[in-house]
C-alpha cells in the first residue's frame, strides 16, 4: 500500500500552546517530502472546546489517512493512543516521522536537511515543556 495521506498523531494537552508548534512544523516537513498532510492541531474553530469535541473530529481523520506519523510523546497522550488503535485495528501503518521523512526523500536527497529541522522543531517544543514546568 503506497502511503500518500499522513495523519499527524501526538500529545497536546499539557504542552505549551498545546504542542501546535510542533504539529505544524511537522505539516510543513512531511509536505516538503511529498505527502498529503492532515493536521489536528487544524481542527479548532476558536472557541474552547472539551477533548471529546476535538476527538469527534480527529476519528475520522485518521481513517482517512494512509499512515499515521507519531510525533515524540504520543504514548503518554490519551488521543493519540486512541489515535493509534483505531488506526491499528483498521490496517492503517503507523510510525514515528522520521520513518515517513526517510521513506519519502531517501531518492531525493533532502532527507538531511528535512530531518534536522524536524530535530529542531522537536527540541524547541521540549524547550518550551520544560519552560513551562519550571526546569531549565
Known sequence: VQVTTLYIAGPMAGWPESNYPL???TEDILREAGYEVIN??????GEDHDRAWYMRRSIPQVLAADGIAL???WSSSRGARLERQIASAVGIPMSEVPYWIALAVSQRGK???LMDRYVRACQAALDAKRAMAGGS
Do not use: Q, T
Open 40 to 45: 489536528p492541531a487544524r481542527n479548532g474553530d
Open 71 to 73: 510525533l515524540p510523546g
Open 23 to 25: 504539529f505544524h512544523a
Open 111 to 113: 532527507r538531511g536537511e
